[in-house]
């Protein structure tokens, strides 16, 4: 039971928009879990390209944040836009350029 | 050494009697859980609906998948970071493991039980090993990410290549193994699976709206394009998990497969892969899978609507009701029968034991992260 009350928090940190500031564990948990789903959970590789610092060094905050939230058409790569907001997308990108700690 | 080994087994069965009947532990109606975080398996026992164990160093399990040795007492493990362990089930402990690549996406055992194959994206191809020893007996790059591994009756593999569209079929019955190449498989293929009967193996495809099958009875096995453009005049919405074709449903002589992009099951004729229908569905679907006894359909969803489950009659091919197991619902196992369903709900962090007929949630399970459920049956099933 005690699991309940966390999802639900989980849930609402990820989509909710306008809130003050991102909710960093739900985020941490949506860039393991559910971009791992073609990244991998270490974000190394899977149907998709490994993530990891080294290997997207060639990008800006910016240009990563535009591509989390527009998704890389003609690739499986989709927008993130409907389910996340722009600050949540922002703190995705610094998260993936610096490495999860 | 044998000698020695026979003579210490001999003193400790005379020091503490032979094993009694109630401390051997047949392995008919147990399973696997994979803990995708943890890299630990739950040895379940599904008769008495609880954990036996937790083995535990299998590495990386995110997205892993195992398969059973023909006398239900191995498991082999196919983890993401390119482990392949083998795990005695009887004993419950590592029997065997190699990291054979750095990053794999499945397997499957030969019909003799002989040969274990492992996928896996880097270095693409496909490794096959001895599941005795897990030495392996051929390497089979193929240069691209590998995926929809089965095996097919006469001790051959197909595989398909995800960044080429060529399905490959390996027939390792000989010396060296003899690869058949097919091409013009389509954009993108996912993932594939094969009929029970080894006979068809039908390929999902990403980059286009339509799978592929082929006729592996066929002396040359030529693509055949199912459902082409079946999303047509209709905006593919974003993936955010690629659905799986492997638990694919059979079901009254239909498949039921999973949309790519659309809130949609589809269902073919499995003759003539003509279409017979569609069911809406509360989101994209992940996986479709038949009650053993073809009557329901069970399916999950892709995030973020992946809180709940809803079960397809196949006469009707009308949801008939839906299920709300809690956050991330994963993945489905019936019981070889079909009576009960094991469902894994990652963030809930638990596994819903679900009686089929009348949807009353039987018993929960306590599992970090759950994923992928395997029930022992698979052992005797061509594809699984």
């Known amino acids: 039971m005690r699991s309940v009350p966390a999802v639900l928090l989980a849930l609402s940190g990820a989509a909710g928009a306008g809130e ?17 789903s073609c990244h991998g959970i270490t974000l190394k590789g899977g149907l998709g390209p490994d993530i990891r610092p080294a290997t997207i060094a060639h990008h800006t905050p910016e240009s990563l944040k535009s591509v989390i939230l527009d998704g890389i058409p003609g690739t499986p790569m989709p927008p993130w836009r409907p389910l996340i907001t722009e600050a949540e997308a922002d703190w995705i990108a610094r998260y993936l350029l610096e490495g999860p700690s | 050494m044998r000698r020695l080994a026979a003579a210490a087994i001999l003193a400790a069965a005379l020091a503490g009697g032979a094993a009694r009947a109630d401390e051997i532990r047949a392995t008919g109606d147990l399973g696997l859980i994979v803990e995708r975080e943890t890299g630990s398996l739950l040895l379940v026992d599904q008769s008495e609906r609880a954990v036996i164990s937790r083995i535990e160093g ?3 399990l995110s997205h892993a998948s195992l398969v059973y ?7 082999y493990v196919f983890g993401r970071d390119g482990g392949l362990t083998k795990v005695d089930i009887v004993t419950q402990s590592v029997a065997a493991r190699v990291i054979q690549a750095g990053n794999s996406i499945g397997g499957a055992i030969s019909d003799d039980g002989r040969l274990v194959a492992v996928s896996n994206y880097e270095p693409g191809g496909v490794r096959v090993f001895d599941a005795e020893t897990l030495n392996m007996v051929a390497d089979i790059p193929t240069g691209s990410k590998t995926i929809g591994l089965v095996d097919a009756p006469g001790r051959r593999f197909v595989f398909t290549l995800w960044d080429e569209g060529e399905t490959w079929i390996a027939d390792l019955s000989g010396e060296t ?28 495809l990403f980059g286009e709206d339509g799978l592929t099958a082929l006729d592996l009875w066929a002396e040359t096995p030529r693509p055949v394009r199912v459902l082409p453009g079946y999303g047509r ?39 003539t892969f003509a279409e017979t229908g569609r069911t809406r569905t509360h989101g994209q679907p992940v996986f479709a899978m038949s009650r053993p006894d073809g009557r329901q359909v069970w399916v999950n969803f892709a995030h973020p609507l992946n809180d709940r489950v809803q079960i397809i009659d196949t006469l009707t091919k009308k949801v008939v009701h839906e299920l709300t197991p809690g956050a991330a619902v994963l993945h489905m196992e019936f019981t070889a029968r079909g009576h009960e369903v094991w469902v894994s709900v990652r963030d809930a962090g638990k596994v819903v034991i679900y009686d089929t007929r009348t949807f009353e949630a039987l018993a929960e399970i306590e599992a970090v992260s759950p994923s992928g459920i395997f029930f022992t049956a698979r052992a005797h099933r061509t594809g699984l």
């Open chain 1, 20 to 36: 003050a500031a991102p909710d960093a564990r739900a985020l941490a948990r949506l860039v393991h879990q559910d971009c791992g």
């Open chain 2, 58 to 60: 299998l590495g990386d």
């Open chain 2, 69 to 75: 040795s023909p006398d239900q007492r191995f498991a």
């Open chain 2, 177 to 204: 193994p003899a690869i058949t190449r097919i091409g013009g498989i389509g954009e993108y293929p996912y993932d594939a699976l094969i009929t029970g009967d080894g006979r068809t193996y039908v390929a999902g």
């Open chain 2, 233 to 271: 005049g209709d905006e593919p919405l974003p993936v955010y998990k690629m659905p799986h074709l492997e638990g694919w449903a059979l079901a009254g002589g239909e498949f039921v497969l999973p949309a790519v992009g659309h809130h949609e099951v589809l269902w073919v004729d499995a003759a």
